[in-house]
């Protein structure tokens, strides 16, 4: 016989306050075996989130013993539990609690930096977590541009990515609609039943009850009630019969071309990118002099120019991918190096002519037919070389997006 993975033995938890004691858990006895899917259900305040929060090992039981994996979790000091934590629990959350601004590759990577993985190593877990929930093609997307189904399925491949035995999740579906808790779901169920991960969900809804294989309910820190379902509903069967919907057709098939044309080519870029590739520049202009001066004592004449180059590039490119969320695409380091070099011929060029010495004047001036042409052409080679190495500047800095690929049918 195998030993459960969960053991509680009379636990009790009161919260003391001003306002006197809160019972919130009364006496509580539960084993859960590996490979088991429980749904905790029950009124408001009848104390699930306060018995997950145990399970979680984020609170400790006033009375009573909570045994995970063989460990005796109450009588550990707060490291001890958060070690246990991080091995042997992943979390899900009604809220996601995705880092906003943060791409959902570096979302699902977290937990394991927090553990010291070698950048490499966490960049191939994340992906296969993400692979496994099949957002394979969002890797590189910020929570804001994810739906909430699709922020939801990061943040169980954020849970996932760790290998952890045991997931809690509190209302996970709490804040989608009928469709999206029932894709979430469907995928929980697979994970339950392809890799044996034991999970606890606590919900407030029956469909989703009806999924599990056992269900406890809760009322006034009590279970009232603790039933087998021998044939749990199949979320993935209850989707089909749902029919197919448009949203999660786009989300199954090929993306709205007009959809997936705006994503490739980035849509605009903001002013203030243009405008720190412009401090760059002179942050550029004023290291090269400054070597040139200290550190050589002579002149060489491209150094300065050509640390303006490199200076806008990366400033321009890590500013992007911070306020972009992701790297700059192919479309955008082209409209960037054009516009960018366009600017800065203007404003050159008008420099230039209102500093030109008279001579100067007197020789291009006078420039007509075949030379008036060469020279014209001469500067436009100029520019056009000047654009080209801002876009492999920037192409260098910013990595590019990884290419979409199509989703496998779940
Ligand atoms: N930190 C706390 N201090 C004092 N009382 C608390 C605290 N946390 C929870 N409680 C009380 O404990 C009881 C159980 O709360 P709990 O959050 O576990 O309920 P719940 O079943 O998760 O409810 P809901 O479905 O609304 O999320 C409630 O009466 C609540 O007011
Ligand atoms: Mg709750």
């Known amino acids: 016989m195998t030993e459960p993975l969960i053991a509680l033995h009379d636990v009790t938890k009161d919260y003391v306050s001003a306002a006197g004691v809160v019972h919130a858990l009364r006496a509580i006895d539960i084993d859960i075996m590996p490979g ?3 749904a905790i259900v029950g009124t408001s305040g009848s104390g699930k989130s306060t018995l997950m929060n145990i399970l979680g090992c984020l609170d400790r039981p006033t009375h009573g013993t909570y045994t995970l994996a063989g460990f005796d979790v109450g009588a550990r000091t707060n490291d001890g539990r958060a070690i246990v934590r991080n091995r042997l629990i992943g979390f899900i959350f009604q809220g996601f609690n995705l880092l906003p601004r943060t791409t959902a590759l570096e979302n699902v990577e977290l937990p394991l930096s927090y553990r010291g993985v070698a950048a490499s190593t966490r960049r191939a877990r ?3 977590a993400l692979t496994a929930v099949g957002l394979q093609g969002r890797m590189d997307h910020t929570p804001n541009q994810l739906s909430g189904g699709q922020q939801q399925r990061v943040a169980i491949a954020r849970a996932l990515v760790t290998d952890p035995p045991l997931l809690l999740a509190d209302e996970p579906t709490g804040n989608l609609d009928t469709r999206t808790s029932l894709e979430v779901l469907a995928l929980l169920q697979r994970l339950n039943r392809d890799l044996g991960i034991t999970i606890c969900l606590v919900t407030h809804e029956h469909d989703i009850a009806a999924c599990a294989s056992r269900v406890i309910t809760f009322r006034d820190g009590r279970i009232v ?18 029919g ?4 999660s057709k786009a989300e ?3 993306e709205d071309p007009k959809v997936a044309r705006l994503r490739r080519i980035g849509g605009p870029l903001p002013f203030a990118v243009y405008a720190m590739m412009f401090v760059g520049a002179l942050l550029g202009l004023g290291v090269g002099a400054f070597y040139n001066s200290l550190v050589l004592g002579f ?6 120019p050509a640390s303006a180059l490199l200076g806008e590039a990366i400033l321009g490119a890590r500013y992007a991918k911070s306020r972009l969320g992701r790297p700059l695409t192919h479309d955008q380091r082209i409209r960037a190096a054009l516009y960018y070099t366009l600017g800065t011929v203007v404003l050159w060029g008008a420099m230039t002519a209102l500093t ?9 001036l006078p420039l007509a037919g075949a030379k008036l042409a060469v020279f014209g052409l001469g500067i436009l080679g100029v520019v056009l070389a000047s654009a080209l190495v801002r876009y492999g500047l920037l192409w260098a800095f910013s990595p590019r997006l990884r290419k979409l690929q199509p989703k496998p049918s779940t």
Do not use: G, N, Y
């Open 36 to 38: 088991e899917f429980v």
């Open 126 to 128: 994340a992906e296969k």
């Open 225 to 242: 009630s603790d039933v087998r379902q021998d044939e749990p509903k199949d979320a993935a069967r209850e989707l089909q019969l749902l």
């Open 244 to 247: 197919p919907a448009e949203e």
């Open 252 to 254: 199954h098939s090929e």
């Open 299 to 304: 002149k060489v004449a491209w150094i300065p």
């Open 356 to 364: 030109m010495p008279d001579p100067m004047w007197k020789a291009i």
